[in-house]
């Protein structure tokens, strides 16, 4: 991934994970954490929330287009994924 | 596909008389409704929607916006309860619990909103059993039944006949396995199964992996994984590959089966919807999850 992952999407994805795992300590995750295994311990459960949560807020099918999910890799590669293959958001409230 | 849920409408069906009449002509299809049925299409349980209507216009109208709904008219229903979409041949022992297993996931889901900890500290509390053993004859219904039934975490995407699992559980060369689940709120018996076969190059090869999504979250699958890396490693294996049909309603099994190392073969096109994910079983292998007690019942042999 070229692009860096946009700073108000690294904090949208803490808070998502957070709330998904129910562990607040998530909230200041480092971007180099691994999303699988003793990281953040992504499961099926909660790494379908994410991705779920992802498509719905950034509008991006991670599922969909990256087979293998290298994208989870860690939290920055999500974020760089993300702001490289998101549509412009609309204006809040329009 | 099994029908799991029938919409029934009331008038002159289980009624005698029209329960609410309309002044105005039926309008065209609400949007909202368009896009709940769009909704239900992707997610693949519109196969699984019968509906009944007394009024043929009406279910003119629903055959023609949503053609997968099973459409039936009142005097069909009476017919259709003997055909295989909506009475399956083998009541197994999940179907018939279904009722108390869905108020026992009530009570789960309720103490875990309630739980203080985190989710790992909750499934720890719920004290998760997952059993794992070679399939025996008796399973085969059952078996079968998650076949038809599980898409979220299910390699195949096709039926397979209980003609066919029986052959499997029989012979010497495919393994299959079962999967049980338990914990303190209660027993959700058989959730999950795969089949397995050892080819001469060192690769075993799960040629079909399914659970059903009510175990989803709990450990099962990854519990699954775990054990069989570490039963094809000692097995003498090099290499366990799972070829996978992959699709929109699978993602969960992907992610099981990213988290426990698996990757596709490089070079499958994008679009492409048959993968072999496979992982090496040199080194670490995948570990089952520390709240999850995982144990093998009776003999299971390496095929």
Redesign the interface.
Known sequence: MSSDGAPEVVAELREILARATGRAELLGLSEQTPLFGAGVGLDSLTGTLLLREVHRRFSVDVAAEDLNLDALATLGTLAAYITGHAPARPAPGG | MIVKCVVWDLDNTLLSGVYLESEAQPPPPDPALVAAAAQLRDRGIIHAIAFVDDDPYERAEVSFAVPEVLVLSPEDMADAVGWPELSPAVVTAEARRRGEMYAERRRREQEARAFA????E?LRYCGTRVTIARAAETDVPRLHELSVRTH??NTGGEPVAERELRRMVGSAEDQVTTVRLSDRFGDDGLVGGCVTRAGQDGTWTVTLLMMSCRA??R?V??ALLAWLAGTAARGGATRLAVPCL?S?RN??????L??AGF??DPG?P?GQRR?VFSRSLSGPLPEV?GWVTSSVAGRVTEP
């Open positions: 900890g985190s989710r790992d909750f979220q975490f989803m979250g450990g699958i990854e992959v929109p993602v969960p099994l992907r992610l099981a990213t988290a990757r596709a499958v994008a993968a999850p």
